[in-house]
């Protein structure tokens, strides 16, 4: 039986299996236009890059293999198709032009061109649909949403691109229509032709059905504080506008709400009644969305709590007072009356972009996703989530109307006393007010954020998130296909609730599935000894299987092997040395034996690694896991380091050897042709150059009490 990823629905393979020979004429038999047409370029371009001999006769022309497309199935979702194979007669049938993409994606997966064995095709029906239409399985980010962008390796804006139009083949070949893709780095000009590059990547994409999401803030500067930046490296960055300013350019800048009295926060550009801010962040967004065309925006304005939001709001200039007087937080004529008025701003904006040349229509082809402040998640009370519903409802009733218009919502289970799902809920309430729908940011692990996995089976939790349209599972980075499937496979198929994962009853139940991937997964039949065997071959498939169960401990404050060296780097206390170059007040025993612990792990993952690119594998995985090989080598020499650092018998010019050496690596292995500085995800040098002082630091390193017996 051959693999698929996701699985379709429902699956009939019978009698004997037939040579597929391509060379021998695949005929494409498909008469439209439009989405239709290009649909069929899309699938005639894929069977040439997994078959390089197809020949590919026209129309009428004669061939041995035959592909029909046709549209015309009667189901709802524009993504369910029919596959049927007969002989040499093959024929997808989908409701609409997507659903042709997603029945070529079967139909790839079925002659699994990357095997090595020769493709043969059985006779087949196989019908299929998703269960949830937008599937945000892949995150090219490293840091979280800020900076970081996985796939720019400093080797320069041709090949960066040539690697993200790989990924989005990915993706389409795994039915993925969502990829969060940049992210808060609001800027054109990163290199001149950056716009036009990223606009027919965007076009790219869209042909084979998967919106890239940008991520914006919808405030001058986003973010919420220096100090935030330091836990998430995504805070104080640029959004959209300006500053809060008299007039603009260059106007004196002034004070609306904000953190505290005198905090940076409270001239970001967040305030809602200054009219000459609204129109400058509208042309920015005109600009941008006219240039790049993108297919979905992520915008996030302030990214506070509700509580924070309430406490920030006294604080509003005394025209947003005028304008808005409650002091209430939830409050038409108050702090959320505001912030929906901003949103609002940029709506109005968005609805005015159109290019008939290309045909894109911003109000139509782009989603718009606002990530309001307190966006839930995590353990609430009773009455936060009365309070968090009650603001979405009072959202959604004073946002324009918009089926392309979404609220994004974070990850939650089962309502107090378990009566109801949470989103089941949350979608009824905003469906009040029209057609607004539910982005739903799940947080499960394997992110670089909560953890440093590769994988987490936390996307086996999404049945509780059957009602929103869209599912992120916040993972699917670099080295992560094979979480980027899981996921896929998760949104897909909606797996049954996981009662065996979840906790006791508690006002919230919460699934604990995130940390701890059950064995059964590594296994022969489990989903990653499955992926892994199928897409990296199965001599390779078996080291990445070992790859992904190295870790330490279990739950949350387990410890992986080191890969993308940022996720330590910035935990507390691990990335300790991002604040301080002294080692006072550190338990240094405790750091030195984590250390210790992640430094074996990533020598054992660099042997795997290394045993894997040994291995006959698919040319098109060798890249990736060259750069594998070299982001545990660097990872390795990131931990000896900071082991050797915590040691009790630190040694300063070993030390200096090893920083050294560090240094020399980043130069050998990574380049340094990034888009935008900031987006280097490996290197870390400004990490190193603390590093330095912290060998540097003579208090790091006091003389010996007394001379040691030899
Ligand atoms: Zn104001």
């Known amino acids: 039986m051959p693999n698929f990823f996701p699985q379709p629905k429902q699956l009939r393979l019978h009698g004997r299996a037939r040579r597929f020979d391509p060379e021998a004429g695949v005929r494409i038999v498909a008469d439209g236009e439009g989405d239709f047409a290009r649909a069929r370029e899309v699938i005639a371009d894929e069977i040439a890059k997994a078959f390089p001999h197809a020949v590919l006769p026209p129309a009428a022309g004669k061939a041995k293999w035959e592909l029909r497309l046709e549209l015309g199935l009667s189901r709802p979702e524009p993504e369910a198709y029919r596959l049927t194979v007969s002989g040499t007669r093959i024929a997808v ?27 043969a095709l059985r006779d087949a029906e196989i019908d299929d649909w998703p269960d949830i239409r937008y599937r945000a399985a892949s995150r090219w980010l490293v840091d979280l949403e800020g900076t970081g962008m996985a796939y720019d390796w400093g080797t320069g804006p041709a090949d960066t691109f040539r690697r993200y139009r790989e990924k989005i083949d990915f993706a389409m070949r795994h039915k993925i229509n969502f990829a969060f893709f940049e992210g808060f780095s609001f800027e054109l000009d990163k290199y001149p032709g950056y716009a036009d590059d990223l606009r027919s990547l965007n076009r790219y994409a869209a042909d084979r059905n998967v919106a890239l999401e940008y991520g914006i803030h919808g405030i001058g500067i986003g973010g919420r504080n220096p100090e935030f930046h330091d836990v998430v ?31 940076p926060t409270r001239y970001n550009g967040s305030c809602r009644s200054n009219e000459a801010l609204n129109r400058l962040k509208q042309q920015q967004l005109v600009r941008f969305v006219s240039q790049v065309q993108p297919r979905a925006l992520y915008i996030h304005h302030e990214d506070i709590g ?31 009356g505001a912030v929906v008025y901003g949103m609002n701003v940029l709506c109005e904006a968005l609805a005015t972009v159109k290019d008939p040349a290309s045909g894109y229509d911003a109000a139509r082809d782009c989603k718009l996703i606002f990530v309001p402040p307190g966006y839930g998640g995590g353990e609430m009370s009773d009455e936060e989530w009365r309070k968090v519903t009650a603001m979405y409802d009072m959202i959604s009733r004073l946002l324009a109307p918009g089926a392309n218009i979404w609220l994004c919502c974070r990850e939650m289970y089962e309502g107090p006393g378990n009566r109801f799902l949470c989103i089941d809920e949350m979608a009824k309430t905003i469906r009040k007010y029209g057609d607004h729908k539910l982005f739903l940011f799940s947080i499960n692990g394997a992110d670089s954020f909560t953890n440093g996995g590769i994988f987490t089976p936390g996307a086996a939790c999404n049945g509780y998130f059957r009602a929103a349209e869209c599912i992120f599972n916040f993972a699917g980075t670099i080295f992560q296909e094979t979480q980027e499937a899981y996921n896929a496979e998760c949104c897909w198929n909606l797996p049954p609730l996981p009662e065996k994962f979840v906790s006791t009853p508690g006002p ?7 940390y701890d991937t059950p064995p059964e997964f590594f296994r022969r039949g489990g989903f990653v000894r499955r992926f892994a065997d199928a897409f990296y071959g199965r001599a390779a498939g078996k080291w990445m299987v070992k790859i992904l169960e190295l870790r330490h401990g279990s739950g949350r404050s387990s410890l992986y092997p080191l890969l993308l060296t940022g996720y330590m780097l910035r935990k507390n206390p691990y990335g300790v040395f991002d604040r301080t170059d ?36 698919p040319a098109a995985r060798r890249e990736e896991l060259e750069r594998m090989v070299d982001s545990f080598g660097f990872g390795l020499r990131i931990a000896e380091l900071h082991a050797g650092i915590f040691s009790a018998r630190r040694d300063r010019a070993a030390l200096r050897r090893q920083l050294a050496e560090c240094r020399r690596f980043v130069k050998h292995c990574f380049g340094s042709d990034f888009l ?9 040098g400004s990490y190193l150059d603390n590093l ?16 040691r017996k030899v």
């Open 582 to 617: 002294s080692l006072a007040g550190i338990d240094c025993k405790t750091m030195h034996r984590d250390w210790r612990i992640v430094a074996d792990l990533t020598r054992r993952a660099l042997g795997y690694a290394q045993a894997m690119v040994r291995e006959q594998l």
């Open 306 to 336: 509700f509580t924070t939001l309430g406490t920030d709001w006294l604080r509003r200039c005394e025209e947003c007072r005028k304008r808005w007087p409650d002091d209430e937080a939830l409050s038409e004529r108050g702090a959320l």
């Open 692 to 707: 330095e002082r912290v060998l540097d630091n003579d208090d790091n390193f006091p003389p010996p009490k007394s001379r």
């Open 508 to 514: 919230f139940k919460r699934p604990l599935v995130f």
């Open 233 to 263: 490296h995504c805070g104080f960055v640029k959004g959209l506008g300006d500053l809060n300013r008299r007039s603009y350019p260059g106007g004196e800048p002034y004070k609306c709400m904000g953190k505290d009295e005198n905090h």
């Open 93 to 119: 049938t989908g409701s609409t032009w997507r659903g042709l993409l997603c029945g070529w994606a079967t139909l790839r997966q079925l002659l699994d061109p990357e095997s090595g064995e020769v493709p």
């Open 676 to 684: 935008a500085r900031g987006d280097d995800p490996e290197s870390r």
